[in-house]
């Protein structure tokens, strides 16, 4: 079964530095998702991405977050200056349709130091 | 306010009972979608079973079954014949069609421990 694809599964930073965490969607998928998850807190949406643009985003979702789909593949999070509290797991999920469920990547743990 | 209501922070059974999880949601929205993930301690979120606002019927799915109560705004998730394999954290979560685009609100989850 086709499923998402989250890469590096665990990313260790030092504060300020940029951080690329990547992801490969199901191949016939078109609406693209970012979640976090801090530690032991619940799943908070961060932006979903449709046509090549953000289609919404949370205020979570600030001038540090950026997302690109650079190729037909790939779906990229960037944090421009990483800070202690940017410590949690991040998923990317995808769907064909928004009224279907979203499958979830395994999530990149990113830990700031 | 709070979209999405699981007050049961843990929740015990034992190998083959049956185990109900809360969840209530708050939304104006007459056009939703209600989830439930799976997330064992390997830290993967699974999709386990859908109910759309406007279905009929109960969504079921192999073991899983969605007790969904409209008028209650509830939607709690029954697991029958638990398995250890179960022991998990089990999260709701709502998409609003008219009105959250298509993000995904999440609970702050419930963890389900199963014993032999």
């Known amino acids: 079964e086709p499923e998402v694809t989250q890469t590096p599964s665990h990313q260790v930073t030092q504060m300020g530095q940029e951080v690329i965490l990547r992801c490969v969607p199901i191949s016939n998928h078109l609406y693209f998702y970012w979640y976090r998850q801090i530690l032991g807190q619940k799943v908070e949406f961060l932006v979903s991405f449709y046509n090549n643009e953000i289609s919404e985003k949370s205020e979570i979702f600030d001038d540090q977050f950026s997302v690109e789909r650079p190729d037909g593949s790939n779906f990229t999070l960037k944090i421009r200056s990483t800070k202690l509290e940017d410590s949690a797991m991040y998923f990317c999920a995808s769907t064909r349709d928004p009224n279907q469920p979203q499958h979830f990547g395994d999530g990149t743990r990113l830990s700031i130091l | 306010a709070q979209k999405i209501t699981q007050t049961q922070p843990g929740m015990f059974v034992q190998e083959k009972e049956a185990v109900t999880l809360d969840c209530t949601y708050d939304t104006s929205d007459p056009s939703y979608g209600l989830f439930w993930y799976k997330q064992p301690s390997s830290g993967e979120m699974i999709f386990l079973i859908y109910?759309?606002?406007?279905?009929?019927q109960n969504a079921t799915e192999g073991r899983y079954s969605l007790n969904f109560q409209k008028a209650r705004k509830s939607a709690n998730l029954v697991i029958s014949a638990s398995q250890l394999g179960d022991s998990a954290m089990y999260f709701c979560a709502m998409r609003e069609v008219n009105t959250g685009f298509q993000k995904l609100v999440f609970g702050t989850g419930t963890r389900l421990l199963v014993s032999p």
């Open positions: 109910q759309g606002s406007y279905d009929q």
